[in-house]
T-cell receptor, first 111, second 115 residues
Framework: DQQVKQNSPSLSVQEGRISILNCDYT??????FLWYKKYPAEGPTFLIS?????DKNEDGRFTVFLNKSAKHLSLHIVPSQPGDSAVYFC??????????FGAGTRLFVKA | GAVVSQHPSWVICKSGTSVKIECRSL??????MFWYRQFPKQSLMLMAT?????????EQGVEKDKFLINHASLTLSTLTVTSAHPEDSSFYIC???????????FGPGTRLLVL
């Protein structure tokens, strides 16, 4: 039972344009959502998070949007840079208990 | 941000031997540590959750006698792969979190190759 789904295994974007990575979840009890970035042969790096009481959180080029009614969140990267090419994992947690990860989306930013 | 280290970063061993992987939180106390496994081109698979001073909670399908986890202090957890076999070859990643933190911080991972 996949509680956190990233339906796009990969995404290709031109440098300078916006990258939009999507994530859907099924458990309405999730109260905190996170995005991690992972390069090959490295551990994931925390990128940005959002509490369920908010609908938007912005940090530099990264913005996460949360739509609770649709159980959907997205990560926007603008402008996209070649160094952003990596696998992005969406994750969700309830009360800081177990964190559930999506399958990941591989982002390619073309120069 | 919080820093988590893992040692070794990679290890090659013979089939039948045991391998110990260390996970340390360097600048915060990790009341909870998690061990993940990642196969090529797949997502992170949670193996077990350990709280300092208590037994680890293993996910379904993960053999606790095969993957021994010890979380003896607030800054150190170890994963021992006992009697390793080639199918245990994988990328093992730990993460750590303190009480009240929703964010987990990950180590750099350990690549294990069993010959």
């Amino acid at each position: 039972d996949q509680q956190v789904k990233q339906n796009s295994p990969s995404l290709s974007v031109q440098e300078g344009r916006i990258s939009i990575l999507n994530c859907d979840y099924t458990n309405s009890m999730f109260d905190y959502f996170l995005w991690y970035k992972k390069y090959p042969a490295e551990g994931p790096t925390f990128l940005i998070s959002i509490s369920s009481i908010k609908d938007k959180n912005e940090d530099g080029r990264f913005t996460v949007f949360l739509n609770k009614s649709a159980k959907h969140l997205s990560l926007h990267i603008v402008p996209s840079q070649p160094g952003d090419s990596a696998v992005y994992f969406c994750a969700a947690t309830t009360g800081g208990f177990k964190t559930i990860f999506g399958a990941g989306t591989r982002l390619f930013v073309k120069a | 941000g919080a820093v988590v280290s893992q040692h070794p970063s990679w290890v090659i061993c013979k089939s039948g031997t045991s391998v110990k992987i260390e996970c340390r939180s360097l600048d915060f106390q990790a009341t909870t540590m998690f061990w993940y496994r990642q196969f090529p081109k797949q997502s992170l698979m949670l193996m077990a959750t350990s709280n300092e001073g208590s037994k680890a909670t293993y996910e379904q399908g993960v053999e606790k006698d095969k993957f021994l986890i010890n979380h003896a202090s607030l800054t150190l957890s170890t994963l021992t792969v006992t009697s390793a076999h080639p199918e245990d070859s994988s990328f093992y990643i730990c993460s750590a979190r303190n009480t009240g933190m929703e964010t987990q911080y990950f180590g750099p991972g350990t690549r294990l190759l069993v010959l």
